[in-house]
């Protein structure tokens, strides 16, 4: 079966800190997608960034970036240098070639000024 | 390019009674999904049309949930009658194709339900 922990409920930081959220997967299937969302306060979710299995290499996108390592299922995503607009809560989601996504509970992630 | 449009955004209903929420995919997205997303969890796919066929609807609790998409553009999520349980996010979401394709799906801003 399919899974996707995200053991950090809340993070709270202060700007200009760096902060890494946790992701691990379980799954059975050799191919399958692993993706970020950000869900700011006004609820529509933002697509981050989608990853195959196929694709270890690690990714940086501005002051985001993502660790994918298969060994231990995970895939955690870092923000440097936090700003305030980074505040949100984050989903991790894994979807299977031939089943639905399946999202993780969600880290709230809050940046203080 | 629009986003996908959800309406209403905010609804508050006495168990028991029905509702209706609509959603309006991006122009040319093959695939819509609705999902339920219950505070403090991640949403939760209820339903998936590709055009007018249901691809998935195996989370649905179809005693009381339904949804159409008849004419392959804009759909309807009805739920009929509606339980405290209910009260959530309903998230809609399309793609311009399926999931699982390397396919990045767009997200509606959400209808947030509450049932008393």
């Known amino acids: 079966a399919q899974k996707v922990t995200q053991a950090q409920t809340e993070i ?13 997967y379980e799954t059975r299937d050799t191919t399958y997608y692993l993706f970020w969302y950000k869900q700011p ?3 529509e979710l933002v697509f981050l960034i989608r990853r195959n299995s196929f694709d270890e290499q690690n990714e940086i996108s501005g002051r985001y970036s993502w660790n994918f390592q298969k060994s231990t299922s995970s895939f955690n995503f870092t923000i440097t240098a936090s700003q305030v607009v980074d505040s949100a809560v984050y989903f991790c989601a894994l979807s299977e070639t031939a089943s639905k996504i399946i999202f993780g509970s969600g880290t709230r992630l809050s940046i203080r000024p | 390019e629009a986003g996908v449009a959800q309406s209403p955004r905010y609804k508050i209903i006495e168990k028991r009674q029905s509702v209706a929420f609509w959603c309006n995919p991006i122009s040319g997205h093959a695939t819509l999904y609705w999902y339920q997303q219950i505070l403090g969890q991640g949403p939760k796919l209820l339903i998936q049309f590709q055009n007018n066929g249901v691809v998935d609807d195996s989370q649905l609790p179809k005693d009381r949930f339904s949804a159409e998409r008849l004419k392959g553009v804009d759909s309807t999520l ?24 390397n396919n990045e799906q767009f997200f509606g801003p959400g209808t947030r339900l509450t049932v008393l």
């Open chain 1, 41 to 43: 306060p006004s609820g």
């Open chain 1, 12 to 24: 709270s930081v202060v700007e200009k800190e760096d902060v890494t959220l946790d992701c691990v």
């Open chain 2, 78 to 101: 009805k739920i009929q009658p509606a339980k405290l349980e209910d009260s959530a996010v309903y998230l809609c979401a399309s793609s311009f194709l399926g999931r699982g394709r």
